[in-house]
């Protein structure tokens, strides 16, 4: 059984309580990055220990009771057509033009969180783009313009509110763009489930160039081992 470092040992089982198992539960998902299956297969063991207490009257409650399993998920579940089809996506005009950056962003090995960080304009200006990719850039070009020039700022993910306190984007302005284009396009569309699936398209790949295996050496260890975890029990496959 996988250990919270932060919890002590205890013979007392009448101490653990549904809370305790649901910090835990964030636990082995945040911290240890385990798969969907894996978090399950622990979190089952613990529900038939914690039966068999109770049915011996070793505790007086269930504290995993109320604790849900996690979905896993199937290929079906990530939008791996925004990769295999980008042209047609960042070429599309009903979409907004943030996702579709941040979707180019991602498509270049970046997670979301860099692309998003204050300062990546000037690493994403140095890359080369296919003329898809460039065709998307002169809209963006078009569409940033006025508010660099409000903002006297450079960076790519800029606020469209003059009155706000920052000239950077905001997470929630973001997720109001993601939330529309995932409805019109009945796809995923949020950031950590776009890298994921950029990732997953990456490992899935039986002959990586140069530039996709640099992008896969770059995983550290731990996020590596769970995007492989998740590539084998989601049946993923590349198109």
Do not use: C
């Amino acid at each position: 059984m996988v250990k919270h470092p932060s919890y002590k040992a205890t013979e007392d089982l009448t101490t653990i309580h549904e809370q305790d198992l649901r910090i835990y539960k964030d636990y082995l998902m945040t911290t240890l990055k385990l798969s969907p299956s894996t978090i399950n297969k622990i979190l089952s063991n613990l529900n038939i220990y914690f039966k068999y207490l109770f049915a011996n009257k070793k505790i007086k409650e269930i504290p995993t009771l109320n604790i849900t399993s996690l979905k896993v998920p199937t290929q079906e579940d990530f939008p791996v057509d925004v990769f295999l089809d980008l042209p047609r996506y960042l070429n599309d005009i009903s979409l907004h033009v943030y996702p579709r950056l941040l979707i180019l962003a991602i498509s270049k090995g970046f997670t979301y969180q860099r692309a998003l960080a204050e300062g990546f304009y000037q690493i994403f200006q140095k890359l080369a783009f296919s003329d898809p990719e460039t065709s998307f850039l002169s809209e963006y070009d078009d569409f940033i313009e006025p508010y660099r020039n409000y903002w006297h700022n450079q960076n790519l993910f800029l606020s469209r509110n003059k009155g706000a306190k920052s000239p950077l984007l905001s997470t929630s302005a973001l997720h109001r763009d993601i939330k529309k284009d995932s409805d019109k396009t009945n796809l995923d569309l949020t950031p950590k489930k776009l890298y994921t699936t950029f990732i997953l398209l990456l490992l899935s790949e039986k002959e990586p160039n140069d530039e996709q295996l640099k992008i896969i050496e770059h995983l550290d260890t731990s996020s590596l081992l769970y995007y492989r975890r998740l590539l084998r029990e989601s049946d993923f496959e590349n198109i």
